[in-house]
């Protein structure tokens, strides 16, 4: 229900002539709901703020949230459910803190009730209704970016490439590959290869619970990817069951060298690098 133009000027008055008392009341409503978890100076100069955008678009002749004479007031609502959702704040916390000016319109408008005043309480409440909509609009789509940031985070903290050896990187995988992950372990692979000129990469996947034909894919496109970057990849952590899974979903990796763990595959690498391992000069030695 929009406001009328006689509404919105109430309206406007109402805030202007009772803002210490509306401001006061509803920052003592709202403190309860947010359990000490924001000091009283912040919620204060929160509301304060909320109240002067509310009161500057009423008295532009605000009838809707949506219309022009509520800019204003949309950017603070905005601002509100973005620094709540960053703070660890619930949307029902957040949302309170917007629907509590109710029951402060409430308890000042029964003090001088007029013929107006039930039709004037519930106008008021359709728009202070469309401002909690929008609260809780904000403080979703402020939290899904968060969710999305944090998953991008620990995808690339779950994806690392590690320098083993002079020309020699590893990416040891945990857990289930999807295409997502799978893309983001190319990428970080072939930037590593190139940040360090390494010509040989192993794949690791002993923490890989259970290799499908997807997961084979996503390998060795890897691989192949790497290859045309100049470097050789070698898998390792082929377990006895993934061994035997793949020979089952008649995967076929081809040439690409495979081994039973990753020292195994270093060993390889080294070998053909050139390099004498301890165990090497050992067997060597008379």
Do not use: N
Not at 20 to 27: G, V, Y
Not at 85 to 104: C, M, N, P, W
Not at 180 to 185: D, L, M
Not at 268 to 279: F, I, M, N, S
Request: glycine share 8%; aromatic share 4%; proline share 2%.
């Amino acid at each position: 229900m929009a406001l009328s133009a006689e509404q919105s000027g109430r309206l406007a008055r109402l805030l202007t002539e009772h803002a210490d008392r509306l401001t006061e009341r509803w920052t003592e409503i709202v403190v309860g709901s947010l359990r000490g978890r924001l000091s009283q100076a912040e919620l204060s100069r929160q509301v304060r703020e909320l109240h002067r955008s509310m009161a500057d678009a009423a008295g532009g002749g605000l009838t809707d949230l949506a219309d022009e004479h509520g800019g204003e007031l949309r950017a603070v609502l905005a601002e509100l459910s973005t620094s709540r959702a960053r703070q660890g704040f619930s949307a029902t916390e957040t949302a309170i803190s917007v629907f509590a000016i109710k029951d402060v319109l409430l308890e000042v408008m029964e003090r001088d009730a007029g013929a107006d005043t039930l039709r004037d309480f519930v106008a008021f409440s359709g728009l202070i209704d469309q401002m909690g909509l929008f609260t809780f609009e904000s403080f979703v789509r402020t939290r899904e970016g968060l969710i999305a940031d944090q998953a991008e985070q620990l995808l690339e903290l779950s994806t690392p490439v590690v320098k083993l050896w002079e020309g020699v990187v590893a990416v040891p995988l945990v857990g289930t590959l999807d295409s997502a992950r799978a893309q983001v372990v190319m990428e970080r692979l072939l930037q590593t290869l190139v940040d360090t000129s390494s010509p040989y990469a192993i794949i690791d996947i002993t923490g890989v619970p259970a290799v499908d034909t997807q997961v084979a894919q996503h390998i060795l496109k890897t691989v192949v990817a790497a290859r045309l970057m100049g470097a050789d990849c070698i898998i390792s952590g082929i377990r006895p069951q993934i061994a035997q899974t793949i020979v089952a979903l008649g995967i076929e990796f081809g040439d690409i060298a495979t081994k039973a763990s990753l020292a195994d595959a270093l060993r390889h690498v080294l070998r053909l690098t050139g390099v004498e391992t301890t165990a090497r000069r050992a067997r060597r030695e008379p």
